[in-house]
């Protein structure tokens, strides 16, 4: 089954950091843009970064530029997402996507356009 495994996630106290990992397996991790999107309570998804394999193309949502950094091991087809300074409002269920790179970049960070899943993380920021 083609997939996308999350890893990380947790609980952290304000300012502090967390890395999250998707490691994807089933399909040409090279052919894909990676995403990551997270849903708060009572919000819509949000797609807050992404990485293009082929290219190494990364784009973020405003409210995590400067704070989050995502990266990719191609050897290990694994996304890494970098969380620093972390706020209470970055708590959320983190989950990874996937979409093939010919995807139109401004879909990059559309959850319909994903083809495929990972599950979701909690990921719990303390005041």
């Known amino acids: 089954m083609s997939s996308c495994r999350r890893l990380g996630g947790g609980l952290v106290q304000a300012g502090g950091s967390l890395r999250l990992s998707c490691a994807a397996s089933?399909?040409?991790?090279?052919?894909?843009?990676i995403s990551w999107f997270r849903q708060a309570p009572g919000k819509e998804r949000e797609g807050i970064s992404c990485?293009?394999?082929?290219?190494?193309?990364?784009l973020y949502a405003d409210s995590v530029k400067g704070r989050f950094t995502i990266s990719s091991d191609n050897a290990k087809n694994t996304v890494y997402l970098q969380m620093n300074s972390l706020k209470p409002e970055d708590t959320a269920v983190y989950t990874c996507?996937?979409?093939?790179?010919?995807?139109?970049?401004?879909?990059?960070?559309?959850?319909?356009?994903?083809?495929?899943w990972g599950k979701g993380t909690q990921v719990t920021v303390s005041s």
């Open positions: 996507a996937a979409v093939p790179s010919t995807a139109v970049p401004g879909l990059y960070l559309n959850p319909y356009g994903m083809h495929y």
């Open positions: 089933g399909f040409t991790f090279d052919d894909y843009v």
């Open positions: 990485v293009s394999i082929i290219d190494g193309y990364t």
